[in-house]
């Protein structure tokens, strides 16, 4: 079975633009959540959305939003980029309960210039 | 007091070594503890899930102290592919779902 999968795998941006990451979670999951990663520090929670829905919230601005489809995948977007938006995003995905091991995809990495 | 607090090292041993990592959280109403691993440039990975009773899992062994609000991590016989860097991972409370509070990890080195 395929694994959480994550396009693209590089971007390159400079401040000012906009970005979609997206995101498609393990067949069968319905649960996708998105995490900052930036170098040097352990992932920060952005957001978790389960059936289309969002479910939680991170410490992160408005300029941070995100959407799930109802095939489960998922689009991580950032407005009005920063040079400090330059991270690892990661896409986690599980079955929607508490309890479910959060599996990752490979992540995107995104360079604000 | 950070949610979730780990020495960032690097912890150099040569190969067969044992080593030891701690970690402390602030909530003591946290209700899940894993440790994940991740390499250089890649994804996270779990390692293992940290029970109030102990795990083991072949060279890994890990510990959850409640009262004391913290987690730790052996290895033992250390292994060259076990150079990493180890995510301390806390599931915070109040929540229905899993969100993930991560440490800032612990690097490990292992050298022949």
């Known amino acids: 079975d395929a694994g959480v999968t994550q396009s693209p795998t590089h971007l390159i941006k400079t401040r000012g633009q906009h970005v979609t990451l997206r995101c498609s979670p393990i067949?069968?999951?319905?649960?996708v959540s998105w995490y900052q990663q930036v170098l040097g520090q352990g992932p920060q929670f952005i957001f978790q959305?389960?059936?289309?829905?969002?479910?939680g919230r991170g410490n992160f601005p408005d300029r941070f939003s995100a959407r799930q489809f109802p095939n489960y995948s998922s689009e991580l977007n950032v407005n009005a980029l920063l040079l400090g938006d330059s991270a690892l995003y990661l896409c986690?995905?599980?079955?929607?309960?508490?309890?479910?091991?959060?599996?990752f995809g490979p992540g995107t990495r995104l360079t604000v210039l | 007091r950070k949610e979730v607090e780990q020495d960032p090292g690097p912890f150099n041993v040569p190969e067969g070594a044992t080593v030891a990592f701690n970690c402390t959280y602030s909530?003591?109403?946290?209700?899940?503890f894993f440790w994940y691993r991740q390499d250089c440039r890649k994804e996270p990975k779990l390692l293992m899930s940290?029970?109030?009773s102990g795990n083991e899992d072949g060279r890994f062994t890990a510990q959850l102290n409640r009262a004391s609000q913290y987690i730790s991590l052996l290895i033992r016989d250390s292994k060259l592919s076990d150079s990493a860097t180890y995510l301390c991972?806390?599931?915070?409370?109040?929540?229905?779902?899993?969100?993930?509070?991560f440490g800032k990890g612990t690097m490990l080195l292992v050298s022949p």
């Open positions: 986690a995905s599980t079955g929607g309960r508490a309890t479910d091991t959060q599996y």
């Open positions: 067949s069968g999951h319905k649960s």
């Open positions: 959305y389960y059936e289309k829905e969002e479910r």
């Open positions: 909530n003591s109403a946290s209700q899940s």
């Open positions: 940290v029970y109030s």
């Open positions: 991972v806390v599931n915070p409370p109040g929540s229905g779902y899993s969100t993930l509070t």
